[in-house]
């Protein structure tokens, strides 16, 4: 479902700083179910992305971007504002170290009210146990894979998984960094089944597999203009056709003395 239509960031002639000199800014951009940005490191793709999330208020796990004053952006919602969520490869990998320190914190506290409480009530040693255990119960019961001794790819689609509604929105930069390609596909899949149940995506993103989702819109971001494109006609895509083809005639450029 396309919970949004289209949205364009407004800027004026003399606003010419970050982030008024990226190159979506004065765009509208239609939204598709998946709608897929590409672009190289610096085209702003992420900014796009969290200046949307931050307008949106989208749950996120990480820390949201601060601006010294609020950007102007026009969206055209199909009924209202979406509820959602911001994800990057980035923000999992943090969450993933405050998990481990909440779970050895909370093991470390239980050791030692078990010695401090040695003596006293059963009753008392439950009471001061119970806040530690709650976390604990918490953390293991919330994905259905343990994020923290699966391997790195599982625990991202675990938590991925978990965050899919039907009918909410989620703005995803670069969620391929961690995953192999049987993962991707695997993300891939994810993807369909939420759009399956009112789920819109947008996705900034060097993978090639995730920008062949099928009907996906494309856009492609430079650091002065941004433009709808086609799978093909992506330029990090053309280059690596070329490259599989003939990796030779690379390396013999590459290594030219």
């Given amino acids: 479902m396309r919970l949004i239509k289209h949205l ?13 000199n990226l190159g979506f800014f004065n765009h509208t951009i239609d939204l598709s179910e998946v709608t897929i940005v590409v672009g190289d490191n610096g085209s702003g793709k992420s900014t796009l992305l969290e200046l949307l999330s931050h307008e949106l208020e989208l749950y996120q796990i990480g820390n949201p971007l601060v601006l010294p004053n609020p950007v102007k952006i026009s969206l055209k919602y199909h009924l209202t504002k979406p509820l959602g969520f911001y994800f990057s490869a980035e923000d999992f990998t943090s969450y993933i170290h405050h998990l481990q320190h909440e779970k050895s914190t909370s093991i470390q ?19 001061a146990r119970s806040a530690h255990a709650k976390t604990l119960f918490e953390i293991n019961k919330l994905y259905d894979k343990d994020l923290l001794t ?18 909410q929105l989620f703005i995803l930069d670069e969620p391929e960094t961690p ?8 993300l891939i ?11 819109q995506f947008i996705i900034a993103t060097h993978s090639p597999i995730l920008c062949a989702y099928p009907d996906a819109k494309i856009y492609e971001l430079s650091t002065n203009d941004i433009q709808e494109t086609t799978y093909d006609q992506i330029d990090s895509i ?3 056709k070329q490259f599989i083809d003939d990796p030779s005639h690379f390396y013999k450029h590459l290594f030219k003395s």
């Avoid at 364009?8 to 008024?20: A, G, L, S």
């Avoid at 995953?179 to 695997?186: K, W």
């Fill in 8 to 20: 364009t960031f407004h800027k004026n002639e003399d606003q010419n700083n970050f982030p008024y």
């Fill in 109 to 127: 506290a239980l050791k030692q009210i078990d010695i401090d409480y040695k003596h006293k009530s059963l009753f008392a040693k439950n009471q």
């Fill in 150 to 167: 699966s391997s790195h790819g599982e625990s991202y689609l675990s938590f991925f998984k978990s965050r899919i509604k039907p009918n």
């Fill in 179 to 186: 995953l192999s390609f049987d993962n991707q596909l695997a």
């Fill in 189 to 199: 899949y994810m993807i369909h089944e939420g759009i399956k149940e009112g789920a």
């Fill in 238 to 240: 053309k280059l690596l």
